[in-house]
């Protein structure tokens, strides 16, 4: 008859076998106890930097300002300096640290010299937001019309232009153990649109590009995410054309580019430390059903 004690000893230890293999052990030693929750907004990316491409767009501007005022250095690129410099003196206004860089994103050698100069002017890149990019709605046409040169400019402005961005900020993100990358995506890459199918093929290998990249550039500590936005208010419209846009989506209003820029914020806030390789769309639920005004 075996001893109480000895059974009692057999029990336990089968118990801990049982919870190592099957990874109890593993699942109690590792939760955090007591559990506790810390929030932080205001001043929360304070040791931060980041980079904007097409900061001088609404969205563009949107973003910079939003993180300039959470704390972040903010380097605006663009290709026109007058448009740059306003939306760095906007943020200097508020408070913010910011400065712009002269870029073509479409030149690796710039995107390669803005990477360099945002390093040695603010010592580390947090941040790479891949903002910039665009259709050509005054030249859209029937896929049997169009002109290679759209074509092209079309792929290499949302497409190629944003895989030499990821290229330059990864360089520097594996050199410092982290960092985050945020791409743009377009609901007409979800679902696609007639007469515009090169923009959607681009907008589309984008939200590819990003899922991609994230499984590679996991393992260095970096999040690579795609915001994707639907119809979005630039500057004034008129009563009409707000009226119709507002029928195109579910919640009946237009959206603005502060709501891009929120997305993105959270995305780069260490609340979403754990999302990589996603796709968000910001559309108020357009892309559930496209509806027509």
């Not at 900061?55 to 949107?62: S, V, Y």
């Not at 972040?72 to 508020?94: K, P």
């Not at 559309?283 to 027509?292: H, I, Y």
Request: aromatic share 6%; glycine share 10%; net charge positive.
């Amino acid at each position: 008859m075996i001893d109480f004690n000895v059974k009692k000893l057999m029990k336990e230890t089968l118990r801990k076998v049982f919870r190592f293999v099957f990874g109890q052990k593993v699942y109690r030693d590792r939760v955090t106890r007591p559990y506790v929750v810390s929030l932080q907004t205001q001043g929360r990316f304070a040791d931060r930097v980041a980079v904007i491409t097409g900061g001088a767009g609404a969205i563009g501007r949107a973003t910079a300002c939003r993180l300039a005022l959470e704390g972040a250095a903010v380097v605006v690129c663009g290709r026109h300096a007058d448009t740059l410099q306003a939306v760095v003196d906007e943020m200097v206004q508020n408070g913010g640290r910011a400065s712009l860089f002269i870029c073509d994103i479409m030149n690796e050698a710039e995107v390669e010299a803005l990477v360099d100069y945002t390093v040695k002017t603010y010592g580390r890149l947090d941040f790479f937001c891949n903002v910039a990019g665009g259709g050509a709605r005054s030249e859209a046409q029937e896929i049997d019309k169009q002109k290679q040169s759209v074509f092209d400019a079309i792929i290499n402005t949302n497409l190629t232009a944003t895989l030499v961005c990821c290229k330059h900020a990864a360089r520097q993100m594996k050199k410092q153990g982290g960092g985050k990358i945020i791409n743009t995506g377009s609901t007409v890459g979800v679902r696609g649109l007639a007469r515009y199918t090169e923009y959607a093929t681009a907008k589309a290998a984008v939200m590819a590009l990003t899922e991609s990249l994230a499984m590679e550039l996991g393992e260095h500590g970096i999040t690579v995410n795609c915001v994707t936005p639907g119809i979005v208010q630039r500057g004034y419209i008129s009563d009409d054309d707000r009226q119709c846009i507002e029928k195109t989506n579910w919640l009946h209003r237009c959206c603005t580019p502060e709501n891009i820029a929120s997305m993105t914020a959270f995305l780069l806030s260490d609340e979403a430390n754990f999302i990589t390789g996603q796709n968000f769309i910001v559309d108020g639920g357009r892309s559930l059903g496209m509806k027509g005004c």
